[in-house]
């Protein structure tokens, strides 16, 4: 279904970023197995699919650079990033990272200090920092991969985790896209999940970025 906030989205990408002489728009995203899409295919990665989105509405985007690992850390992203070689700064730059974190059991005060350094250096990237957005960390407690374990567990360290990204980035100022309560909807649409059982599906992820698009008019 078409959100009617689409065409005040592709209003903001235009009005807020200046780029009037660009012919693509570039696009960063950072994260792990969510971001690079663990169990679907290409075209069904989150990152992929809003880049679709936004081209068939006539806003014409590079594909874009994906930095992420399943099973990478807030420290692991962040030692990735330090070997990476930056040409350009983006467009666009997204953030989703934490699941790794809160599933090892890691400390939740060495994360808030380690997304931090990452929100810092994804804001760096980014040609604006109106155009840096965070989404929340799903909840796989909501998945078949959690069925013999305490999922009211899980979901209530999720949302510390998220709790502490959220104020992270109320304090930079970065736009924060809650998807959390999306995940949870797993619980009862197995469409929803990947099939390992684990990761979101395409569905889910196009789900996500129906509400990325429609809190982009803010």
């Known amino acids: 279904m078409k959100s009617k906030f689409i065409p005040i989205l592709l209003f903001f990408l235009f ?23 663990e169990g679907v295919d290409e075209e069904n990665r989150y990152p992929n699919i809003l880049v679709q989105e936004l081209t068939k509405q006539g806003v014409n985007f590079n594909n874009p650079r994906i930095i992420a690992k399943t099973g990478w850390t807030t420290d692991e992203l962040n030692d990735s990033l330090k070997l990476s070689v930056f040409n350009t700064k983006y467009d666009y730059v997204s953030l989703l990272i934490g699941v790794n974190n809160q599933y090892r059991g890691l400390s939740s005060y060495i994360f808030e200090k380690e997304f931090t350094q990452l929100l810092s250096r994804s804001i760096n990237y980014s040609k604006n920092k109106s155009n840096v957005f965070v989404l929340s960390i799903p909840d796989w407690g909501s998945t078949p991969f959690a069925d013999k374990r305490n999922k009211i567990a899980i979901s209530d360290s999720i949302d510390v985790f998220n709790q502490l990204i959220k104020k992270v980035c109320f304090e930079n100022n970065i736009k924060f896209i809650d998807i959390t309560d999306i995940s949870r909807e797993a619980e009862l649409n197995s469409d929803l999940i990947a099939g390992d059982s684990l990761h979101p599906s395409g569905i889910m992820y196009k789900k996500w970025i129906d509400k990325i698009l429609n809190e982009w008019k803010i």
Not at 16 to 29: D, E, I, P, Q, V
């Open 15 to 37: 009005a807020s970023c200046k780029y009037n002489n660009h012919t693509n728009f570039s696009y960063l995203a950072l994260g792990d197995s969510y971001t690079i899409g």
